[in-house]
């Protein structure tokens, strides 16, 4: 059984995009793609071919590692023909870009059309709604415009063989320069088509840390039933995929029942751009593994993510196991490391589903050191999602407070005077300003740390209270940033029990 390999930030490299998508725009080209797109769009009407057709090809290539898994219900990385190479997708979205290039300048550089190579015409799209016309969705207009592709490269082939080296065929006497019949021609963008969520009938693409058998792509399965699951190796490589195109969210753990904050991830969202649009919370059932035929006895060491590892301490002291404990990416990766390097002194800390992934044996089942061990997830997207108040929703804001007394108590009370109810708060080193000096000639000088404080409240943006309070609080901060609105996850509560 062979699984990709995750992204890595290796993978997402910047400069083959920028070069490749569109050479005249790469010296002025932004270092964000959100604004490299606005930029396009504003200065180059060929943009609005040319992006749509890059996602399009950026995720077809991207699917081409991704098989349907009936066991959890949506799309996982099972079955895959072979792991990508570390350099595999920036080379692939090299070539889709130079295919972009193709589909959108073919009419005007048949010579640059030949030059490309032609896996798009190989790898034609199975979209089904394109019936010979262009139909009115983004995944109709971009497969249109891959057909339109591999037509016009297959009538490129089609005249060399009948022509020689000559690349023009003669239609009822007359001399056919290769055009795209006018029926078939795209449809121009519309705002629709830009908007954040896939329109129906194409598939969610979601980017998770770790590799399949990760509680992350359980919760990325929760998230979005269907989606297609995108191992990265670590956190920031999660962002930069939803942020390059590459994925369309990405879903991050931030809190465990038992072992607390994630702190990284806490930092990861002030450091990105990207908007909180959901929650989930998973219930987290941990097994011991180890390979066939290993018994407890055997082992010297106990591997997993340092989450899982805390959240099962008490239980492997009371198994016996006062082994070395070594932390690792994750959870699920443990379990292939186990597997992978055939380690019989070794047992990993993964889900029930990584055994299975794996080839493990489970030593021992539910090792968490309580069984409503739950982790709650985020949702993240480029775009945010508009708030509702008929539903139950969360807001995330993070702000830093400003000079004067007792600012965290008069910030909290602007929702406690509004009967907002907080779930959540968390202190993190404010690190552009990690100290802050209080001079008294007679005491000496006081050094306090400054902070960041992320807070989680119970009401959604559209909500007035909500606003007033954040006006509120505004007074108080030096710093005050929103970092979703969404909907709360209400699903009904049950205890892993698998
Ligand atoms: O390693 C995994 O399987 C993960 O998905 C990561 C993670 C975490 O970061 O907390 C998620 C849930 C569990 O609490 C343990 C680990």
Redesign the pocket.
Known sequence: MRLTQPLTSHRLLHPDIKTLLCTPFSSAWPTTSFHSILFLLAFSPLAFFVIPFLICTTKRENMQCVAPSSSIGFKSIMGTPSPLPLHAVSHRIAQSSQLTVQCVASRFDAAAANATNLPMSAAAPTTNNFAGGVGKSRADWQSSCAILASKVVSQQQNTEKSSGSDNITVVNGHSSLDLVPIDKLPKPLTIADLSPAPLHGSTLRVA???VA?????A?AGKAYPNCEAIPCDQFEVAFQAVELWIADRAVL?VE?SL?GS?HRNYDLLLRHRLHIVGEVQ?P?HHCLLALPGVRKEYLNRVI??P??LS?CELTLTKLGLTVTREAV?????AAEFVAANNLRDTAAI??ARAAELYGLNILADGIQDDSS?V?RFVMLAREPIIPRIDIPFKTSIVFAHDKGTSVLFKVLSAFAFRNINLTKIESRPHRNRPIRLVGDENVGTAKHFEYLFYVDFEASMADVRAQNALAEVQEFTSFLRVLGSYPMDMTPWAPSSQ
């Open positions: 998770y840390q770790g058998g990760a509680y992350s792509e919760a753990p465990n072992g994630i998973l987290v997993s993510h989450q899982a959240q990416d994750d959870t699920a990766g993964a889900s061990n982790t």
